[in-house]
């Protein structure tokens, strides 16, 4: 695990900026506090900080040299099946030189090329230069888990990239904004890739690769992306397939030759992988964070759970002041303005999990995989939707407009008066269209751009609407919500975080689940509950999902109120929002306006928040000490 940097010059008769990629990489030292290294040659400069978790010897030291000389790399992530590849290097002749994961991906690499990638079960972003053929290949994981960044820099005579995109523009080096990234954030409440809200940076996107050489392109090729292949009906033998392949990630996952622990709060996913952890590891410590507010407070029940599967609770009860004085920060290490508010318990669950260990389990991937959001749950009314005769839809929809915002009926009768396609673009919608029409000093695309490509691979797919819901998050939420905040909220503690979901043997089961085997009898998740009916009490097999709930909007219409209000009208966003528009949406949350939700007010704190931390540089990284 890492932060990586690198530059490689393009243009003939230019050479490496070696100086540039030692200093990016330092920019993200957070992500990895225990050794530094640069490799350079006459064309490319690549530069690591290495958190060390697998063999924490020399041996593991990066940017780190192929066998027979040929390659060097610099990686960031956890390859899990490593000792398995190791036998397969070994009957090839290959002896590793160390216990490394980091060595056995480029020996790996140095042997099949390209389809090195189909042979790996980890998470991961790297960059290999081969010295022999000059091209550059770098690799991003499937799921998206380790971020990559990229840009052309010096007129295009450079490419840069970075694990972080502060690496490549940092506080006021952010000299634009692009106005449908903006756009698209309030909607999603974070930003697709590949675009950032910072161009010419881009996000290498999840499941991907980049080839580059002095001299050519720069190409970036798809190599996986989500298929589902649900079965028509359930499968009595589903929930022990679940179990069995759940407890082989678990497994796999728990290689560490450094302190692990593991994230519990009150749900069942997180739950689920320290009860299967447990088996190997009793008395592993649990990490859990919480507010003093009713309804915002799962460390109790997390303390129950550990207790029940006989589990240490290392438990962080996060006050509003703590909240407000840490969210500049938070926001700086999250990179691109991101408004999901579950970021903030992370943050602070992960800085208190440092203090004991180098290692956490998680359980990210779990609702997108067995179908865990409620909303994919679409009443039988509104799957019937679609064979409606349009004057049906129609005055669904008429009689939705004449309805007040908040007023119930008025989501149900809009789904079923808007096809799927044209009302889903994940499970967090923030504004619609003509909220942003209105937000927004620019035009420009809609959101459908994003998911639109789904749909048809959906379409193609023959997918029913939950799967199709699925795909859309899985290809674009947790790439670009849930799997940021994972990894920036613990990478900024110099934690490393595993999630067991997100494996591609699991994925290969969950990919086969009927749709009642993930909404039924009242519930989501259905089999994966079922699987688990004997390793978890059946209160916390039922349990509803909560995950590190923030009460931001009790505290928006309390203690911090005025907080909200200052950020507002001290960033300098005048260029990019209306901020008669923006303060409207202040007015309405404040008098308490159904159809102005706490969520809508959070987006835009966090954008100006954000404008002030890298675009105005209100604040000093450096000076505050975020950055060494």
């Known amino acids: ?115 090195a990638l189909r042979r790996l079960r980890g998470m991961y972003a790297f960059a290999i230069w081969d010295t022999r053929s000059g091209e550059l290949f770098c690799a991003r994981d499937p799921f998206g888990m380790k971020p990559l960044y990229y840009t052309l820099a010096e007129g295009g005579r450079q490419l840069r990239f970075a694990s972080e995109r502060k690496a490549l523009a940092g506080p006021g080096e952010v000299p634009v904004i692009d106005p449908d990234a903006l756009r698209r954030y309030l909607s999603f409440q974070y930003i697709p890739a590949p675009a950032t809200m910072t161009p010419p940076v881009r996000s290498l996107p999840a499941g991907h690769f980049m080839t580059a050489r002095p001299g050519g392109p720069v190409d970036v090729f798809r190599y996986w992306r989500p298929v589902l292949r649900p079965a028509r009906s359930p499968s009595a033998e589903t ?104 970021a903030i318990g992370l943050w602070f669950v992960a800085r208190e999990a440092r203090r004991h260990v180098k290692v956490v389990l998680s359980g990210e991937g779990a609702d997108e995989l067995f179908g865990g959001y409620g909303v994919y749950y679409q009443p039988g009314v509104v799957r019937a939707a679609p064979r409606l005769p349009g004057w049906g839809r129609s005055s669904a929809a008429a009689v939705a407009a004449r309805l007040p915002s908040g007023q119930r009926g008025r989501g149900l009768l809009q789904r079923i008066a808007t096809p799927l396609r044209s009302r889903y673009i994940g499970n967090a919608t923030v504004f619609g269209t003509e909220d942003v029409d209105r937000l927004t000093r620019y035009g420009g695309g809609t959101v459908f751009d994003v998911t639109t490509p789904l749909f048809d691979q959906a379409a193609d797919a023959e997918l029913d609407d939950v799967a199709t819901m699925q795909l859309v998050d899985i290809s674009t939420w947790l790439p670009g919500d849930i799997l940021v905040k994972a990894d920036r909220a613990t990478m900024a503690h110099g934690l490393e975080l595993r999630a067991p979901f997100l494996d591609r043997e699991v994925m290969a089961v969950a990919s086969r689940l009927a749709r009642a085997e993930k909404t039924a009898a009242g ?94 540089r209100v604040f000093d990284p450096v000076a505050l000490g975020w950055q060494s």
């Not at 022990?240 to 290689?255: C, F, M, N, P």
């Not at 909560?546 to 950020?567: I, M, N």
């Open 1 to 115: 695990m890492s932060g990586i940097a690198g530059c490689l010059a393009l243009a003939e008769g230019t050479r490496p900026d070696a100086d540039w990629a030692v200093r990016a990489a330092r920019r993200i030292a957070h992500r990895g506090p225990d050794d530094e290294g640069l490799f350079s040659d006459a064309s490319i400069a690549l530069a690591a900080r290495r958190l060390a978790v697998l063999d924490p010897s020399a041996a593991g030291h990066q940017p780190m040299r192929s066998a027979d000389g040929r390659y060097w790399m610099a990686f960031n992530g956890e390859i899990y099946n490593h000792a398995e590849l190791a036998q397969r290097l070994k009957a090839r002749g290959v002896a590793p030189r160390g216990g490394s994961d980091s060595e056995i991906l480029l020996e790996t690499y140095a042997a099949e090329g390209k389809d």
């Open 523 to 616: 519930t989501t998740k259905f089999a994966l509950r079922e699987a688990l009916g004997d390793v978890l009490p059946q209160t916390v097999v039922e349990r509803s999902k909560l995950g590190f709930p923030v009460p931001v909007g009790h505290w928006f219409r309390g203690e911090l109120s005025g907080y909200a209000e200052q950020v507002i009208r001290e960033a300098r966003t005048e260029e990019w929002l209306d901020k008669r528009a923006v303060l409207d949406v202040l007015r309405r949350f404040r008098a308490g306006d159904p159809g102005v939700p706490w969520r809508q007010l959070w987006t835009l704190v966090v954008f100006s928040l954000w404008h002030q931390v890298y675009v105005e």
């Open 239 to 342: 929930p022990e397939r679940i179990l069995a392949v759940l407890r082989d990630s678990v497994g796999a996952h728990l290689r560490s030759d450094v302190p692990l622990g593991a994230f519990l709060s009150g749900g069942v996913d997180s739950a689920a992988i320290c009860a299967l952890a447990a088996e190997s590891r009793p008395g592993m410590l649990t990490f859990t964070a919480g507010f003093a507010w009713p309804g915002y407070n799962e460390i109790e029940q997390a303390q129950e759970t550990a207790m029940t599967l006989g589990l240490k609770s290392v438990p962080y009860l996060i006050t509003p002041s703590e909240f407000a004085a840490r969210l500049p920060q938070i926001i700086w290490h999250l990179d691109d303005p991101m408004a999901d508010a579950a």
